[in-house]
């Protein structure tokens, strides 16, 4: 089992930056994909991004790409989100886990378990 503590959120201005850490508990986090996700008062949590375990492979939602970044260190037990040119549409509480299934889309809440507390990100336009 994985534990998971999300951090780095906060107040910005539209056009900002901030990064998000995800830090694990656990020897077994070097052999998960790890997902960020996000959800907004009064709507779904949907996807943001993935990275596979050796952080060779990363998937992002189209919303995010070209703004957004995933990587990880294993030797830190960590994952990060890079968020670059902020839009309002980005406020949300930003959640990490681990993918538990793979039964379905990378993109998929479900295929994610053992979720962090989320950590709030508010873009002020």
């Known amino acids: 089992q994985v534990q998971l503590v999300e951090s780095g959120g906060g107040l910005v201005q539209a056009g900002g930056s901030l990064r998000l850490s995800c830090a694990a508990s656990?020897?077994?986090?070097?052999?998960?994909?790890m997902g960020w996700f996000r959800q907004a008062p009064g709507k779904e949590r949907e996807f943001v991004a993935t990275?596979?375990?050796?952080?060779?492979?990363?998937y992002y939602t189209d919303s995010v790409k070209g703004r957004f970044t995933i990587s990880r260190d294993n030797v830190k037990n960590t994952v990060y989100l890079q968020m670059n040119s902020l839009n309002p549409e980005d406020t949300a509480v930003y959640y990490c886990?681990?993918?538990?299934?793979?039964?379905?889309?990378?993109?998929?809440?479900?295929?994610?378990?053992?979720w962090g507390q989320g950590t709030q990100v508010t873009v002020s336009s």
């Open positions: 886990a681990p993918r538990v299934r793979f039964s379905g889309s990378a993109s998929s809440v479900d295929e994610y378990d053992y």
């Open positions: 656990g020897r077994t986090f070097r052999n998960y994909n």
């Open positions: 990275i596979s375990s050796s952080g060779g492979w990363t």
